[in-house]
Each structure stands twice: as structure tokens, then as C-alpha cells.
């Protein structure tokens, strides 16, 4: 899989994670790309990722990328590693009260709308600024706080793609500075995809989740 072990080389000169995003693909698809030595697979529906689990190897890390309903959170366990998809007050409250339940510091990173396409979930920047400003962040003590995600316009062009991911870098630094100064977890800026992956290592993302170049096109 010559593509697997460039894109693994490319992220390690980024000092960047790899997420190979693994939706619709088999068991033994996943499996392969196991054997030549990833780890990180993301997966965007819950009941999808929970099937997955126990047919493949323990040491795998699992991200739960896609949009997560508060009603899905009950099925949620510490097997996953993280959930990227985190863009309501709403959510983080669910997600607060199931951590206290199961005893489990749930990793999350802020979902945040980057995006010019209004079908795209996440937190509004002021929306989330406003949150962290006017509440008491250290209430959500089952939350493991973690950093930032974001999706690009879909068929930005490139110079739009990088304005978009550059901006989501700033927020991440503004809300570090300010909420998460002391928290040396909150690290994470997670962009990128099998398009655009490239622009996002160049502004900055520490994680990247790649489907399609990974497995190829999903049908
Ligand atoms: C499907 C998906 C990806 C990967 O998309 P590709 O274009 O196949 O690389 C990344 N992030 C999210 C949130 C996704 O749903």
C-alpha cells in the first residue's frame, strides 16, 4: 500500500497523526491497513463503530468523527480514543452526565464551523466563545478537553481551503490562551481530508482524516 506509507512519512515530517477514515470498508479492509502499521481510524456513525470494534485488534485507536446525536451518546464506551464531533452546549452537557455514569473522562475536540456550507455541523466561533466566556469550564469534569476540529468547503479552491483551516488555527490559539492555557492536552487542531490534507499540514492541523486515499472511493 505505497500511498499508506507516503502519507505516514509526509504526516511524521509534520510530527502530525494520520486517521485513516474507515466508513463503509470492511472489517478486512480495515485489517489490511492494520498490518502495514496504522493505528488510528476514524469512523463518522456511531452504531457503525461499535460493530467494528470487536472484530479487530485491540490496540487500535478509534475516532468518532461524524455528527453524534444526543440520543447516541448512552452507547458510547471508553473504547473510543476520540470524538472529534463535539458542537453543541447540548452535546457537552449529554456527554458531561454519561462521563459521570460510566466513570470516563470522555476525550472531545470542538467541532467548529469553518466552512461556508450551511449543511455543515459545528459550533458557530462566537457561539463557542461565548460558552467557554460565560461558563465555568471546569464543571464539565468528565470532559478531557482536547482541541479542535474542522471540515473545508468541499470544492473550495485551494487559497479559500487555506484561508479556512488558517482561521480555524487561530481560534484554536485564542481558546487555548485563554481557557486552556494549563492544559497541556489541548493540542489538537484535527483538518484535512484526502483533498485538502496537504493545505491543512502547511496551517498547521496535528491530525489528518484521510478516507478515500487510504482505501479508495467509497461507493
Ligand atoms: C468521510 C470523512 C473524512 C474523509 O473523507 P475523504 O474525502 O474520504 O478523505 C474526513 N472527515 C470527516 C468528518 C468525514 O466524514
Avoid: C
Avoid at 479487530?56 to 480514543?81: C, E, F
Wanted: proline letters at 3%; aromatic letters at 8%.
Amino acid at each position: 500500500m505505497p500511498i499508506l506509507i507516503h502519507l505516514q512519512k509526509v504526516l511524521s515530517l509534520y510530527g502530525a497523526t494520520l486517521i485513516a477514515v474507515s466508513k463503509t470498508k470492511s472489517a478486512e479492509a480495515i485489517r489490511a491497513v492494520y498490518d502495514e502499521g496504522q493505528r488510528d481510524f476514524g469512523e463518522n456513525r456511531v452504531q457503525e463503530l461499535l460493530e467494528k470494534i470487536p472484530l479487530l485488534p485491540g490496540d487500535i485507536r478509534w475516532h468518532l468523527i461524524g455528527h453524534l446525536q444526543t440520543n447516541k451518546v448512552k452507547y458510547l464506551t471508553p473504547s473510543i480514543a476520540l470524538i472529534h464531533s463535539v458542537d453543541s452546549l447540548k452535546l457537552m452537557e449529554t456527554l458531561q452526565e454519561h462521563g459521570q455514569r460510566k466513570n470516563w473522562k470522555i476525550p472531545i475536540l470542538f467541532q467548529i464551523k469553518i466552512a461556508q456550507e450551511d449543511t455543515k455541523s459545528g459550533f458557530e466561533i462566537d457561539e463557542l466563545l461565548d460558552i467557554l466566556s460565560s461558563r465555568d469550564i471546569t464543571l464539565f469534569n468528565h470532559l478531557d478537553f482536547r482541541g479542535v476540529m474542522g471540515i473545508g468547503t468541499l470544492d473550495a479552491v485551494a487559497e479559500f481551503t487555506r484561508i479556512e483551516f488558517n482561521r480555524l488555527k487561530e481560534v484554536f490559539i485564542r481558546i487555548k490562551a485563554n481557557y486552556f492555557q494549563n492544559n497541556p492536552a489541548f493540542k489538537e487542531i484535527s483538518m484535512g481530508m484526502s483533498h485538502d490534507y496537504e493545505i491543512a499540514l502547511e496551517e498547521g492541523a496535528t491530525m489528518v482524516r484521510i478516507g478515500s486515499l487510504v482505501f479508495g472511493e467509497r461507493v
